[in-house]
């Protein structure tokens, strides 16, 4: 039975998308807009990639036997019959586009950023939608820890730049292809032990990602690991002075920040240094950003030898946290001026002095309804209008505007010839 006007509707918005509508649009555009000056502010440049990209890219970039790559992605054979993939995530086609444009031949150090959609086919929930957006940065071309805390510093400055409160960073070494691989065949001989505690889905992933298990949300998964050996305890020489270096170099900065042996990653690439960043406000699914170094990704991806480090972060959780600390003051984009006329006779007229602000940058409305003028001044009101001009005979006849401050209910007289000049003088 149909009881809802929602279910009459013929079209509907796909599940796990969302519109962003008129009304918070432009808290988004302020948003991505501080997180731009403050990644210009560190010196790093934006790059937009394609939406799609070869499904390869991905399955090698992020790894197969990982949940993006095996039951997340949306994936689709185009009139060729090539197999193209939505971006489930920016890091692999950001290193795509690197290799393919030489970046690294131009400068030693390739730091850029990225603010785009992305898109992963999973239940969606709060904070987690199929069609989401994600910001982060990447710096690419050394291998040295100082680059990691810059990368840590520029996330962090991101959020506290928001007035963000009660966010932890917390760090760890997933090690390198070698001290790993050690590590994750006593880790594995742990699991195996413990395997029918563990959840149906951590019981998979024994053979193909065992590091995954310490960071499962499962209650089952928490309880029974919580005994696990931890990499850093068996990382090799180089690994270790990496994080204890990285150790310093955020003490210096004077980050806080907590050791956490369970922060391992998602993504095959990562090696050396992990982190995130995590808020008490998102319930179980707490993490703001997160990303660490990624050393073996450009050659896997078929370029040259190079580390590299970045970050990723969810718009939509960073929002989420703004609302519920109410941080998100932003101003509603607003008309400077409206002009109201008494007469449809003098449509016209309005239209071209509105036609003369707008062209001088003043913002401008006016009544496009043929509405009363009791309507009009309505609808400056709802629209938050800083000033008001009635136009009617007696302004047309002495080319007289008396222009009121909505705000203070002050009143000046001015020349129509001179209304930009007015405006524009109120600004200096």
Sequence with gaps: MINSKRDKLKYKSIKGTKDILPDESYIWIE??????????????????????????????GIGEFTDIVGKEMYTFVDRGGD??????????SVIRAYIQHNLGEKQPLTK???ISPAFRQERPQAGRLRQFHQFGAEAIGSKYPIVDAEIISLSSKIYESFGIKNYKIKINSVGCEVCRNEYKTILKKFLFEISDKLSPESQKRIN???????DSKDEDDIKATKDAPLILNYLCDDCKNHFNQLEELLNFLDIKFEVDGRIVRGLDYYTKTAFEIISTELGSQDALAGGGRYDLLIKELGGKDTPAVGFAAGMERLLMVLQKQNQNKFQAPKPKVFIAYTDQSFEKITFNLAHKLRSNGISCEFDFLKRSLKSQMREANRQNSDYVIVIGEEEINSNWLQVKNM???EIQKVGIENLENYFLGLDE
């Design 208 to 214: 193909v990602n065992p590091m995954r298990i310490l």
């Design 407 to 409: 705000r203070t209910g």
């Design 31 to 60: 948003v991505e807009n501080r997180i731009r000056n403050i990644m210009h502010t560190y010196n790093y440049k934006e790059i937009r990639t394609p939406i799609f990209e070869e499904t390869k890219l991905f399955a090698r």
């Design 83 to 92: 197999s193209l993939t939505l971006k489930p995530e920016l890091t692999a």
């Design 112 to 114: 850029v950023y990225y």
